[in-house]
């Protein structure tokens, strides 16, 4: 069993709609992180959460430690959100543990 | 903003060649990761380095693959004697306070 799992694995929306997607992870952790993978490849970071709830721009990012699971939405999609989202989660300095992420797909 | 730089973006090389992956990882960071994905596939962890030495290495990293911090801001992963199966895409990626930092990776095909 994966130690990070995501859903949905594929995603496809309207320019306009509101996103979430989901992570839930199986192992202790000090901070989750969502990230966001171009077609190119590069990663960039979202978000690093260790409780409650972050929003940077048009992106929120809320994490549950008790239930161990977090969610990112993205309200008011638009076709540039397009990518692969993925979380990993992390002890302190421990390496990243990554899911296998969700494409997204945002058509006009 | 600071950033992590790999190069190359792509290396071609054939089966059995040594190759060298470089990074400089952003300049007051300790903490160092080399991590890779397979086409397709989710994204790995290969090997942490701290204080000059390996923290915790995965069982992909094998005896082929080595890390060094040869000078104190470039921090390179060799693989000895590359295999089809490394083909991948390699990110170095550094730690700060609040945030991992990923290089833009570099995309290994072997042949």
């Known amino acids: 069993k994966n130690e990070v799992e995501q859903s949905p694995q594929n995603l496809t929306a309207q320019e306009g709609e509101f996103i979430t997607i989901n992570c839930s992870y199986s192992?202790?952790?000090?901070?989750l992180h969502w990230l966001q993978q171009h077609p190119g490849g590069g990663i960039v970071s979202l978000f690093m959460?260790?409780?409650g709830k972050k929003k940077h721009g048009r992106l929120i990012a809320t994490i549950n430690i008790q239930e161990k699971h977090s969610s990112l939405h993205i309200t008011a999609s638009h076709p540039r959100d397009s990518a692969v989202y993925i979380c990993?989660?992390?002890?302190?300095?421990?390496?990243?543990?990554f899911g296998t992420g969700t494409r997204l797909q945002v058509f006009p | 903003e600071p950033e992590v730089t790999q190069t190359p973006s792509h290396q071609v090389t054939q089966m059995g060649q040594e190759v060298i992956l470089r990074c400089v990882p952003i300049?007051?960071?300790?903490?160092f990761y080399w991590y890779r994905q397979i086409l397709g596939q989710k994204v790995e962890f290969l090997v942490s380095?701290?204080?000059?030495?390996?923290?915790?290495k995965s069982e992909i990293f094998d005896d082929q693959f080595s890390v060094e911090r040869p000078d104190g801001s470039n921090f390179t992963l060799k693989i000895r004697s590359t295999k089809l199966e490394d083909s991948a895409m390699y990110f170095c990626?550094?730690?700060?306070?609040?945030?991992?930092?990923f290089g833009p990776g570099t995309r290994l095909t072997v042949t």
């Open positions: 380095f701290y204080n000059n030495e390996i923290s915790e």
């Open positions: 300049s007051n960071h300790l903490y």
């Open positions: 990993a989660v992390g002890r302190n300095t421990d390496k990243l543990i």
């Open positions: 192992v202790g952790i000090s901070a």
């Open positions: 959460l260790s409780s």
């Open positions: 990626a550094s730690i700060g306070e609040y945030e991992q930092y």
